[in-house]
């Protein structure tokens, strides 16, 4: 496909989501410029009293300071930790935030899982900028037992947990089982980092609010732009004199931007708006996944699988054994034809991602505010013509 054939497509995609009136969630890079800043605008509120996220009447920031040091409390406060600090993008925190914690334990190999982000989407980011070396605990789609951490057979200075692991499933384990992998790290004198590029959703899954998942590690990375839908930006959150070298490295790395308050912004209208939602999202996660499952048996697809099921957050992952092209079609030719966004992009899936079988395509399901007007017989009968459009 040349690049001007992918604009089309692109501009198809997004005009048939724009365009439907029942999606699972709406995300704010459908929109448009105008309505984006309408958006921020209308999360800032009109005056500095109450619905306002930071006194609009304040300065801007310029170099940090203002709403982006307003920010920066804002999380250390919702994760129980001494101090944070703000990042243009998660890979850059977890990268110095990483290289931090091998200067401080002198050991600069880092244990993550293959399907890690630095891993599998930062092409090799953590050995080529950063000078780090990885090794990998386990192969399984899932977090490594403690028994896997402590028998590895060299030693690691930091042990890194996604949480959820994304490209298996949006996967978590047991709160028995994490603390069991947490302990097994001290064992062996390793620090603990979190990726959490996800972790606001986790409370659920694990019965613990988000102070007590934090403390059990070292440091901890947050996002803004995934589930609570801001415009980019992360936080690197831990102890004081970690956070007081993170911001060195962080303007090495490039990350020491001139003004950010629009991203900060967003993500403090994110932490007001979305992040209460977010129970509610995971629990209605589960009931669509379990009538996709019903529908998909009803309409006599052969081969299916939801993952996991139930979901362990408000996102899951949907499987089929048809090519990501025709799935991606009768995606688009749903949302066209009905006004209903069922699924959007199709792809190969991630390889070795929870034993994917070749000739199955993958797609992740998100369930946000628009998605708790749906119904399991909603759910069920969008499934029913979604399966259709496939004969």
Excluded at 233 to 239: N, S, T, Y
């Amino acid at each position: 496909m040349t690049a001007m054939d992918e604009q089309e497509q692109r501009r198809r995609r997004l005009a048939a989501w724009r365009g439907s009136h029942r999606v699972l969630a709406r995300r704010s890079t459908d929109g448009t410029v105008a309505e984006g800043i309408a958006a921020l605008t209308a999360g800032i509120g009109a005056g500095s009293g109450a619905g306002s996220v930071h006194d609009p009447d304040d300065a801007v920031d310029v170099y940090g300071g203002g709403v982006v040091a307003d920010l920066e409390r804002r999380v250390a406060g919702l994760l129980g930790t001494e101090a944070a600090a703000f990042f243009p993008t998660g890979t850059m925190a977890q990268q110095v935030a990483l290289r931090c914690w091998a200067g401080r334990t002198g050991n600069a190999t880092v244990a993550l899982h293959p399907l890690a982000h630095p891993e599998l989407h930062e092409e090799g980011s953590l050995g080529a900028v950063s000078g780090l070396r990885t090794v990998h605990l386990t192969s399984a789609a899932r977090m490594p037992s403690a028994e896997e951490v402590r028998d590895h057979p060299e030693p690691f200075g930091t042990l890194m947990l996604e949480l959820p692991l994304r490209d298996a499933g949006f996967v978590l384990p047991a709160w028995d089982e994490l603390e069991a992998v947490v302990a097994a790290a001290r064992e062996r004198d390793a620090v603990v980092h979190l990726d959490g590029a996800r972790l606001w959703e986790c409370g659920p899954h694990f019965g613990r609010g988000l102070q007590e998942i934090a403390a059990l590690a070292d440091s901890v990375y947050v996002s803004f732009y995934k589930s609570l839908d801001g415009l980019s930006g992360a936080v690197l959150a831990g102890p004081d004199a970690l956070v007081e070298e993170a911001r060195v490295w962080r303007h090495r790395y490039g990350g020491q931007l001139f003004q950010q308050y629009p991203a900060a912004l967003s993500a403090l209208i994110g932490l007001d708006r979305e992040l209460p939602r977010l129970p509610s999202y995971v629990a209605h996660a589960k009931v669509v996944a379990g009538a996709m499952a019903e529908g998909f048996a009803a309409a006599g697809v052969p081969w299916f699988r939801v993952h996991p099921e139930p979901p362990h957050t408000h996102q899951f992952q949907v499987w089929l054994p048809y090519g990501a092209e025709v799935l991606d079609e009768a995606s688009l030719r749903q949302a066209e034809e009905t006004g209903v966004t069922l699924f959007r992009r199709w792809g190969a899936g991630a390889a070795g991602a929870a034993g994917l079988p070749p000739g199955v395509s993958v797609t992740e399901v998100t369930v946000a505010g628009a998605g708790l007007e749906w119904s399991a017989g909603d759910v069920r009968e969008a499934v029913g013509v979604f399966v259709g459009l496939l004969e």
